[in-house]
């Protein structure tokens, strides 16, 4: 199997540098169009695809961003390995603005978003126990060491609603829980890639210290911005340096990322509503096939 590399870009990060043959392309899915057209091309000989996470402009916010949309258009262009790239507030001194944090665990706060393909007339119940993959966090790792950041691996990101930030309150609680850096776009996005059995990786882009620390009272905006264009430079180095470092000739994940899928799906065959196994084709058709 060919690698192909998904990159949905956060905030700040609207554009992919250097893709050869690149082009936009439109992308339709049982669950709507996502965020925006897919910049398609190749990077280091490695099929490559774009997604802004927000739309160009920044249309979306985090509530509204067609999270299902996203990942079914990205599977179905032929995605193999996705790294997401988002901006966050750290939770911890020594995660400082401008360092990127490879996360590896989630707890989910979110309350507003459809969370899964599945539903009535196919039911599915995928573990996100370990919700991302180790084999190509370390690979973002390495490229993001290789563009000059502070990198920091095995972290957990806390998932709120927003688009508000959080009260003192909401924030010293985050921090009592374990919760090293806090944003608003990781989930459903991680919970889909798994149900999607795509690889799936988390770059967070740290911007601000949210507003617990003495120093930073509140999220100041500007220097929110100001941060995220030093970052988004860094996450464009970040992301030409993967396909040296994944390869081109894919092999199965050995954390079985892309079998996660077996043994999920509930519902009987002869109980599966055909309209639901439908849609459902571009996720799941390995396994109701």
Known sequence: M???????????????????????????????????????????????AFLPRHGRGHVHSPSSVPYRANIAALKSLGCTDLVAVSAVGSLRADYAPGDFVIVDQFI??????????????????????????????AA?????????????????????????????????????WGAD????TGMPEAKLAREAELCYAS?????????????????????????????????????????????????PCPHGCDRALDHAVMTAPDKRDPEMLAALRVIAGRVLD
């Open 2 to 48: 060919q690698t192909m590399i998904g990159v949905i870009g956060g905030s700040g990060v609207y554009q992919i540098d250097g893709l050869e043959g690149a082009s936009w392309v439109k992308v339709k899915t049982p669950w709507g169009r996502p965020s925006d057209e897919v910049l398609v091309g190749r990077l280091g000989g490695v099929p490559m």
């Open 108 to 137: 989910d706060r979110t309350f507003a978003r459809e969370k899964s393909f599945f539903g009535p007339g196919c039911v599915a119940h995928v573990s996100v126990a370990h919700p991302t993959c180790p084999r190509l966090g």
């Open 140 to 176: 973002a790792a390495e490229a993001a060491r290789a563009a000059g950041v502070t990198v920091h691996e095995g972290a957990v990101y806390l998932a709120m609603e927003g688009p508000q930030f959080s009260t003192l309150a909401e924030s010293r609680l985050y921090r009592s």
């Open 181 to 184: 850096v806090i944003g608003m």
């Open 203 to 251: 770059v967070a882009m740290v911007t601000d210290y949210d507003c617990w620390h003495p120093d930073h009272g509140a999220v100041d905006v500007a220097q929110v911005i100001a941060t995220l264009a030093a970052n988004a430079a860094h996450a464009r180095t970040l992301v030409k340096g993967l396909p040296v470092r994944l390869g081109g000739d894919r092999t």
